[in-house]
Structure formats: structure tokens, C-alpha cells
């Protein structure tokens, strides 16, 4: 287990060099940021020659990648065009979009899981068929026309929300926009759920446990569930790395102050100290997700073991 | 609020089931009347906010707000008035004195004198200190040593100006400006407090200036607190208790929140709610002209745009575009097609002259298509337009342009758009002089004077010339305005200078831009000054 972890850890930091230097260079291609700085008017030669030698760009682009990773390491990660540090933009983004992650997590757990188990005792019924409909139209509707629905239904015609969270973004004010980001990963975990049940609950083990008279409760937790859920966690586990990069369109139609937002305004910006500091970031976030989950197997599953 | 009140229950459950604070409703706090706090949407400001540093409308409210300086300019006729100055005096055009009120003071508490103001403009000229707004110093005698093309700074001060008394200081300008004193109420030019050089980060995490508001809280990049400031010793005290910003992230959702009665003021009304807005807000909209105009610029470093042909071309292609159908079909009448090359807010005193590019500006299919035939076709056979995608919706209008060039040219190829994928990757572009084709181009004025809308724009080698354009006899007359010592005079001069454009077009002119603004029921006295900004300070809560 301990030999697993740190093998898999070592493996981490090229995949780590690898993006970083690929997210680098793609928002370098962009173009000279600096020129957008002045508005619709031109910089004066001068002052942009001194922005570019501040915020290094006048050096060669593995110059600058060297630089910015030696910095990574102690802790400073740049300073955005407004003067804020990169590591201050992300003590302030990164706990709102993870409180948004955790609500539309929690969501998913709950109300996914136990659609899942619902309708997978229940095949062929009619609940479950409305189930699988209702689904079908989560995904097929794109986010940001459930988010507007809802901000414009719930916030403005019934006032039962307030259309915007405010800065400090309290979990109350994140249930609406949690669930909007949960939507339809919550329908793919119900149907991953609900098929992963349906396929064991044929399986001999579960017949056993029927047969030897355990509660029908206990069958169902802790032997048909448990067993079904591997590639329910493997889902949620690489979701947790797609929401808090995905929420973009979530925060800007809540006007939620996270990370897709500080994303959004340092690619508009070409801020690359902020973007690639808000991507190294999610890198690792993602990275240690995936991990977990794979941990995780072990913990559902004894007979998986690692050496 | 309508009745919602199971379904509120509902949700006040699930709150609570998270581990929730209470549900309230909209409370929008602090009381109404003379001490009511007005919300108000705000966007990130892009750059430090300091007065030299500040060149878009974001960080400008606030400078509006916190700072007054030598010259306030009129919020409803934008006329140049004398604020911290007593009075601004010059026998020649080009060394002026400057003597300011003695009752001014900061809102730390410190005294407002002469040292106030020479520092913070040496500071602003500085280039060690990467002041973005820098070029407003230009004019001032010793910037080309403080401020150099290249290289280092051979000088640390501005030798053009010194400090005569507590209340007197002198400027001395490059060359004669005799408009130059009505150039002085732009942020830029603020006097700043000691605690601005002692302590810089500490000034820019909470700015103290001297104006009608002070700075309560500043959240960078999320929200900023201002309120009134009861010493204030100006005549335009503010009405309300203060003003809270606070930055969205989209302006659809400030304008859903100001629907929704939790927001007071947004003063940016998304384009694709302008269908709705008089069924929501009614008479709580604004539309009024903005010193903004949009123009088609040309590449004149590029040999076939600057041959005698190609004005006729241009002129051909002015006349080609539709300015009245495509300003109220696709702005919905939040532009007025241009006549000329200045804003109508600067007024016919001012120098905005209705009509003055005559027919050359107005549609007609036959004629336009004669003259670019004549003029010997597009230089390469097709237009191409370029624009930034990233923001400010300007696909559609640009391809309305090409429509209807199109149509004239009776050519589906004559004119294409060509997107820009950043706002900076295309001013790069722009500023780099390596696009081929016409590009839009836009200037938001930075003081309300004939001169700023053209002198910085088509003058030989001016900042913003990003074409290249270069005429003698432009330049010569912009000289002679510059020089003129009577207002009225130099406003003529200038427009004699205007009507070189009239006979070369290198830029077409194509709308000028209006303010627009909604405002809610809690608050009236609501107004957007000439630069589209609401006037903070008269806003009254009922």
C-alpha cells in the first residue's frame, strides 16, 4: 500500500511538468498581453517595455517557464495584471469554488445514489422509467439554459432565491447554483447506479445473502451496494477535478467569485502567471483525486489489494 | 416578493439540512433617505487603482468618486469648471499659473497644496513607475527627460513645473495649448496624499483621496464599500449615505439582480436585454450620448491604401454602409449614426458639428459603388474587418457592415469579418501595424474637448494613430488651434482641421456610442455624465 502510494506520487510530477509547460504555451501563443492593457488605445512604447520587463515577458518563453516554475516551488505563483497576487486571487477563489464542489458533490452522492439504487431494485417499473426519462432530459439540456431557468424562475418570478450570491458565497446561497453544476453528473451517477445494481443483483453472493436470511436492508448496503459502487466513486472521483474547472458557466451565471471566474478573466486578460497558476492547481487537485479513488477501491472492494 | 412562501419553506429546509445561516429576503440595508446606500454593479478594474494608472471606465467611477481635482467637468453639459482651482491664468498660451483654493484638505486630514499636485504629476510622469496614463504629462516642459521613447530617465521631476507657494505653482508646456487648462479635470491630474508615497501597498489596498466619498472596505475584485464623506469641503456634497460596488461577473446577471430588486443601479444594460428593458424598468432607463465614437480604421502603412484612389474608395465605402439600419436594428437605438468625427456631448460650442462629413457619411447605394469603381476597386478584391470576439459583441455588427457593403457592391465576397480571438491579441495586432485590412476601432474621449478627438487619433505619429495616416495640412492646422488664444477661435480651427478628414477619410466614422443605464424604484436623480458613468453623488434614496 505504502510502495503503491508513493510509486503513484513519483508519477505525478511529470504529468505535473507536462501540463504546466503545455498550459504555458498555449496561452504564450495568444499573443502580447500587455498590448491589451492600455484599452483601445496604443501603450506608450516605453511604459510597455517596462510592464514586459516586470512581468518577464520580454525573456524567451523557456526563460520565463524556468522562472515561473522555480518561483511555484517557493510559494509565489505571480502577480496579475491588477497589482493581486496570484496566490491572493486564489485564497479567495479556490474555498468558494470548493464549497460549490462539495454542494454539487453532496448532491450527487445523495440524490444520484439513491435515484441509482431506486430504480436498479426496480427495473421495467414505471418509477423507473420516469427516472430514466427525467435523466435523459438533464443531460440533454445544456447547463447554462438549466441555470437560467432556474436563476430567473426561483430568483426574479418567485423570488425564493436571490438571483446573484453575494461575495462571501454562504452555502445556503450556493444550494441553487450546487445543484445547477451537480445536474447532469447526477443523472450519469444515477444511471451508472442503476445499472451497476441491476447487473449484481443477480449475482450469486447477493442470492446467498437473500437465502441466508439477512434483513433485505443489510443485502442491500452492504452487499449489493458496496459492491456496485467501483465505478460510481471512479466517476465521482474524476468529476470532482471536472467541476471545480467546469463551474465557468455556473459562476458567471450566479456571479460566483471562484475559480472558473478568475480562469475566465485571466484568459480574456492573457494573464498567464494567473491561469497557469489557477490550472497548476487544478492539476493537483485532480491528480490527488484520482488517487483517492484509487485507494478508495481497496476500502469497497478487499480483494483488491496493492502491492 | 410574491407568494412564495411554501416554496421558500421547502428551500429553507434544504438550507438548513446543509448547515445554513437564515433565509432572509432582499435586504438591501441602510436605510433610506439622506443616508440610504445605493448598490451598484461594477466590473474588476483591470489595472492598481491609482489616478495615473486608471484607463478604463471601472477604476474611473472610483477615481470619480474618491478624487476632485483643479477642474471638474459640468456632469450634464461636461463644460470644464474650475474645482480645487481658484483660477488658471496665462499670458501665452504656454506658461500657465495655477493658483488653488485654500479650504482643501484630504480625507486623512492632510492640507491640499501646491506640493500636492506638482508631486503627484511627477509621480504620474515617472517612467520607473509604469504609470499607464503617463502621456497626459506629455505637454508638460521636461517629460521627454522623466519620460523617454527608450532608455533610462535622465531626469527624476518634471522641469516644467515648480511650486511658488502653499496655493501657487507654475507649468510650463512644450509647445502652445491654449485648451490645456480644460485638459486638467481627467484623474490623472488628482493631487495625492502623503500616504501614497510612504506607504504604497497599504494606499492601494484602500485609496484615500479627497473626494465626496471616502473608501469604507475594497474586497479586490469582488466588492468595494464608499461612503459619504461628511467633511467634504466641495459644493457637490453627496445626496446618499454611500455607494457599494459590487463586480459581477456577467452583466446579464447584474441586470437579472436589478429585476429582482437587489441591485439599485447597473450602468451597463446587456445588449440582448435591450428588447426588454421598457417592460421591465420603464422610465428607470437611461439612454444618453457618451463621448464615444466608433470608426473603420485603415492600414496607410500598407502602399495600396494610401494612393489617391483609395480615398475615393474609402469614401466609397462610407457611403456603402447603412449607419441608420443597422443602429436601431442591431443596437436598438443605443447609437446614433455619425456625422462627424467627434461626440455629440461636447456641443456645438464645444466643437460637434451635425453633419460636417456632409454626404460622404450617408447612405447611397449608386454613388458609393461609382466611387469605388472609380477609385479603382478594394485594394486585393475583398475587405476584410477585423474585430476582437472576445467581448463587446461586435461579430454582429461588423457583419451588418459587410452586409450591407455587400449588397452595394452587389458582391457576397466584397467585404468578410475577421475575428479576433482576445481584446489583446487584437490590439496587439492593431498596434503592431500587422493587419492588412480595415479594423474597428473605437476612442472613449478622456476630456470633453474637440482636440482630444483628433489630435491623439490622426495627427503624424500620434499615440493612438495606429493606421499611420499623415497629412501636412492636418497637422499644420491642429498647430494653429493648439496656438489660438481664444477658445471659440481654436473649436473653428479645429474643425477646419476636421474637414481634411471630410476630403481623405482615413478613418470612416460610424456611430457614436450612448451611455445606457436602469435603475430601480428605491433610488431616483438618477444620470450618466458625458463619460457614460452615473453621477454617484446626486443619487437620492427614497
Known amino acids: 500500500m505504502g510502495r503503491y502510494v508513493i510509486r503513484r506520487l513519483l ?18 501563443v495568444m499573443g502580447d498581453p500587455i498590448a491589451g492593457l492600455c484599452g483601445d488605445r496604443q501603450c506608450d512604447p516605453a511604459t510597455a517595455a517596462q510592464l514586459r520587463t516586470e512581468f518577464g515577458l520580454d525573456k524567451p518563453v523557456w526563460q520565463q517557464y524556468l522562472t515561473y516554475m522555480g518561483n511555484i516551488f517557493t510559494g509565489d505563483f505571480g502577480t496579475a495584471f491588477n497589482g493581486q497576487k496570484v496566490t491572493e486571487l486564489m485564497a479567495t477563489a479556490f474555498p468558494i469554488t470548493i464549497r460549490l464542489t462539495v454542494v454539487a458533490i453532496v448532491f450527487e452522492i445523495v440524490i444520484g445514489i439513491s435515484l441509482g439504487v431506486v430504480t436498479g431494485l426496480r427495473r421495467g417499473r414505471p418509477v423507473d422509467t420516469v427516472v430514466l426519462i427525467l435523466t435523459l432530459v438533464v443531460i440533454a439540456v445544456p447547463t447554462f439554459v438549466t441555470g437560467l431557468l432556474l436563476q430567473l424562475l426561483l430568483g426574479v418570478e418567485w423570488g425564493i432565491i436571490k438571483p446573484s450570491v453575494s461575495s462571501e458565497a454562504p452555502v445556503d446561497e450556493l444550494i441553487v447554483p450546487g445543484l445547477v453544476l451537480a445536474s447532469v453528473s447526477l443523472a450519469y451517477v444515477t444511471r451508472l447506479t442503476r445499472t451497476s445494481i441491476a447487473e449484481n443483483a443477480r449475482a450469486d453472493y447477493v442470492r446467498t445473502a437473500v437465502a441466508k436470511g439477512l434483513p433485505r436492508r443489510r443485502v442491500v448496503v452492504r452487499h449489493l451496494l458496496r459492491n456496485s459502487l467501483i465505478p460510481v466513486v471512479t466517476f465521482i472521483g474524476t468529476d470532482v477535478g471536472a467541476l471545480m474547472g467546469g463551474a465557468i458557466v455556473t459562476e458567471r451565471i450566479f456571479n460566483i467569485h471562484g475559480v472558473g471566474y478568475q480562469l475566465y478573466q485571466g484568459i480574456l486578460r492573457q494573464n498567464s502567471q494567473t491561469v497557469v497558476g489557477f490550472v497548476t492547481v ?26 | ?37 445605493v448598490s451598484s454593479s461594477w466590473g474588476d478594474p483591470q489595472n492598481p487603482l491609482e489616478p495615473a494608472n486608471t484607463n478604463e471606465v471601472q477604476g474611473g467611477k ?84 522623466v519620460h523617454p521613447e527608450s532608455g533610462s530617465a535622465s531626469a527624476g521631476t518634471l522641469s516644467g513645473l515648480k511650486v511658488v507657494n502653499g496655493t501657487t505653482f507654475t507649468a510650463k508646456l512644450s509647445q502652445k495649448f491654449s485648451l490645456w487648462p480644460d485638459t486638467l479635470g481627467y484623474a490623472a491630474f488628482v493631487p495625492l496624499p502623503k500616504a501614497f508615497y510612504d506607504d504604497h501597498d497599504a494606499w492601494l489596498s484602500k485609496p484615500v483621496g479627497n473626494g465626496p466619498y471616502t473608501i469604507d472596505q475594497y474586497a479586490k475584485g469582488s466588492s468595494m464599500s464608499l461612503r459619504r464623506w461628511d467633511d467634504y469641503p466641495g459644493a457637490d456634497k453627496a445626496q446618499n449615505g454611500g455607494i457599494d460596488l459590487k463586480v459581477y461577473t456577467d452583466n446579464n446577471t447584474a441586470y437579472t439582480d436589478l429585476t429582482a430588486g437587489n441591485l439599485d443601479l447597473v450602468d451597463d444594460v446587456p445588449a440582448a436585454q435591450l428588447k426588454n428593458v421598457s417592460s421591465d424598468l420603464g422610465d428607470r432607463y437611461i439612454n444618453t450620448p457618451a463621448g464615444i465614437i ?3 480604421a485603415f492600414p496607410f502603412y500598407e502602399k495600396a491604401w494610401d494612393t489617391p484612389g ?36 461636447l456641443g456645438e460650442e464645444g466643437g460637434f458639428k451635425k453633419g460636417l462629413c456632409g454626404p460622404s457619411c450617408e447612405y447611397d447605394k449608386a454613388q458609393a459603388k461609382k466611387l469605388i469603381q472609380e477609385g479603382g476597386g478594394i485594394p486585393g478584391g475583398q475587405l476584410k474587418i477585423s474585430y476582437n470576439a472576445d467581448t463587446g459583441s461586435h461579430k454582429e455588427w461588423v457583419d451588418a457592415v459587410c452586409n450591407s457593403i455587400n449588397n452595394v457592391m452587389g458582391n457576397n465576397k466584397a467585404c468578410v469579418g475577421g475575428p479576433v480571438g482576445t481584446f489583446a491579441d487584437f490590439r496587439s495586432q492593431v498596434s503592431t501595424q500587422k493587419l492588412t485590412g480595415a479594423w474597428r476601432a473605437g476612442w472613449q474621449m478622456d476630456y470633453p474637448l474637440i482636440q482630444n478627438f483628433l489630435q491623439p487619433l490622426y495627427y503624424t505619429n500620434a499615440p493612438s494613430n495606429d493606421g499611420k495616416w499623415s497629412d501636412k495640412k492636418f497637422d499644420d492646422l491642429v498647430d494653429k488651434a493648439n496656438g489660438e488664444s481664444d477658445k471659440a477661435t481654436a473649436v473653428t480651427t479645429f474643425q477646419d482641421a476636421e474637414k481634411v478628414l471630410v476630403e481623405q477619410m482615413p478613418v470612416i466614422p460610424l456611430w457614436y456610442q450612448n451611455g445606457s443605464a436602469g435603475y430601480s424604484d428605491r433610488v431616483e436623480n438618477v444620470s450618466l455624465n458625458p463619460f457614460s458613468v452615473p453621477v454617484y453623488d446626486q443619487i437620492k434614496v427614497k
Do not use: H
Open chain 2, 310 to 345: 483609395a480615398i475615393k474608395v474609402r469614401q466609397g465605402l462610407s457611403m456603402a454602409i447603412n449607419r441608420d439600419q443597422i443602429t436601431s436594428q442591431i443596437f436598438q437605438k443605443t447609437r446614433t449614426p455619425a456625422s462627424d468625427w467627434t461626440s455629440p456631448v
Open chain 2, 62 to 145: 472610483v477615481l470619480d468618486m474618491v478624487f476632485r481635482g483643479l477642474v471638474r467637468y459640468d456632469p450634464k453639459t461636461g463644460e470644464a469648471k474650475n474645482e480645487i482651482a481658484e483660477k488658471i491664468e496665462s499670458k501665452d498660451s504656454q506658461n500657465f499659473t495655477i493658483t488653488i483654493k485654500d479650504n482643501w484638505t484630504f480625507s486623512n486630514g492632510e492640507k491640499i497644496t501646491a506640493k500636492s499636485f506638482v508631486d503627484a504629476w511627477n509621480y504620474g510622469a515617472a517612467l520607473k513607475n509604469n504609470q499607464k496614463n503617463a502621456y497626459f504629462f506629455q505637454y508638460i516642459d521636461g517629460y521627454d527627460k
Open chain 2, 294 to 296: 466608433q470608426t473603420l
Open chain 2, 1 to 37: 416578493m410574491r407568494g412564495a412562501t411554501q416554496a421558500r419553506w421547502a428551500v429553507c429546509a434544504v438550507a438548513v439540512a446543509l448547515t445554513a445561516t437564515a433565509c432572509g429576503g432582499g435586504d438591501s440595508g441602510g436605510g433610506g433617505g439622506a443616508d440610504g446606500i
Open chain 1, 11 to 28: 508519477q505525478m510530477i511529470p504529468v505535473f511538468f507536462g501540463t504546466t509547460l503545455l498550459i504555458f504555451l498555449m496561452v504564450n
Open chain 1, 282 to 307: 487544478l492539476v493537483l487537485v485532480f491528480l490527488a483525486a484520482n488517487l483517492i479513488v484509487d485507494l478508495l477501491y481497496a476500502v469497497l472492494d478487499p480483494r483488491i489489494r496493492y502491492a
